[in-house]
């Protein structure tokens, strides 16, 4: 029996995988009324690096599955799957898509609001930060390159 008391509210526990070892964090979800609050503490970090690649700011996305298997070093997280595009749209407007990550002094602190899911919907997917900037454009993933750190997305209550 649900109790119509408590918020309905989801955490994705990340962490960082072998070449990122001290990342770590916490990405709530919160049903709100006409959508989502999101807030995201997560540390540890890479600082930015201009150049080709370029190191931050990382792009941040919700993907399909609830595995978060580093699998290879060279390109670890696969087992999460592609971006979470239950709409079919064209990356840059779909559901999984969010805002970048900025590293201060390897911390990045952010709340948005988006009404393109409810809690309930992203149960099970995966929360992945991308080494990268998120473009916005590329198709599909937005050419935000290596991940670096995944969590589950579970319910809090």
Known sequence: M?????PNVA???????KQYPNIYGEVYFEDVPEGVMVYVYISGLPDYKPGNPQIGPHGFHIHEYEDCT??????????????????????????????VLFSNN??????????????????????????NPDDYQSQPAGNAGKRIACGIIKPMF
Request: avoid cysteine; charged fraction near 20%.
């Open 11 to 17: 955490v994705s526990k990340v962490k960082g995988g």
């Open 70 to 99: 580093e699998g290879e070093e060279s390109s670890p997280f696969l087992a999460a799957g592609e971006h979470w595009n239950p709409t079919n749209q064209p990356h840059g407007n779909h559901p999984g898509d969010f805002p």
């Open 106 to 131: 390897g911390v990045a602190y952010m709340s948005f609001f988006t009404n393109k899911f409810t809690v309930d919907q992203i149960i099970s997917k995966s929360i992945i930060i991308h080494e």
């Open 2 to 6: 649900e109790n119509q008391f408590l």
